[in-house]
C-alpha cells in the first residue's frame, strides 16, 4: 500500500510561487510515478504534471508548460511542484497521485493512479 501526503498549499497573490510537496510512504517509491491534478470549484479533475518512475521523464498539461516544474527526490521518497508566475485561475485543490505505470499514459488522465493524496488547497488571489 502507497499512501501519499501533500504540503506546501496557500495563499499567494498573483505572480507569485509555490512549492509543493508529495511525500510518499513504502519502499518502492523508485518505482512509482508521480502526478499532479488540480480541481477548481465546479470543474473536473485535471492533470498538471507527471514524473515517470522510468527515466525521469515528465508531462505537462499545455496550460502549465514553462511555468510548472515537476521533479522527484527518491532519497527523500517526495515529489515536488515548483510552480512559478501563479495566475488566479490556478487556485485549486491539489492532488498528487501514483501510480506503476510509465510513459505518455501519465498524461491520459485520472484513471492511470492507483495512489491518491488528500490534497492542499492553492489560493491565488488576484
Known amino acids: 500500500q502507497v499512501q501519499l501526503v501533500e504540503s506546501g498549499g496557500g495563499l499567494v497573490q498573483a505572480g507569485g510561487s509555490l512549492r509543493l510537496s508529495c511525500a510518499a510512504s513504502?519502499?518502492?517509491?523508485?518505482?512509482?510515478?508521480v502526478g499532479w491534478f488540480r480541481q477548481a470549484p465546479g470543474k473536473e479533475r485535471e492533470f498538471v504534471a507527471a514524473?515517470?518512475?522510468?527515466?525521469?521523464?515528465?508531462y505537462y498539461a499545455d496550460s502549465v508548460k514553462g511555468l510548472f516544474t515537476i521533479s522527484r527526490d527518491n532519497a527523500k521518497i517526495t515529489v515536488f511542484l515548483q510552480m512559478n508566475t501563479l495566475k488566479p485561475e490556478d487556485t485549486a485543490v491539489y492532488y498528487c497521485?501514483?501510480?506503476?505505470?510509465?510513459?505518455?499514459?501519465?498524461?491520459?488522465?485520472?484513471?492511470?493512479?492507483?495512489?491518491w493524496g488528500q490534497g492542499t488547497q492553492v489560493t491565488v488571489s488576484s
Open positions: 513504502g519502499r518502492t517509491f523508485s518505482t512509482l510515478s
Open positions: 514524473i515517470s518512475w522510468v527515466g525521469a521523464n515528465t
Open positions: 497521485a501514483a501510480t506503476r505505470s510509465a510513459g505518455t499514459v501519465l498524461a491520459g488522465g485520472s484513471k492511470q493512479y492507483n495512489y
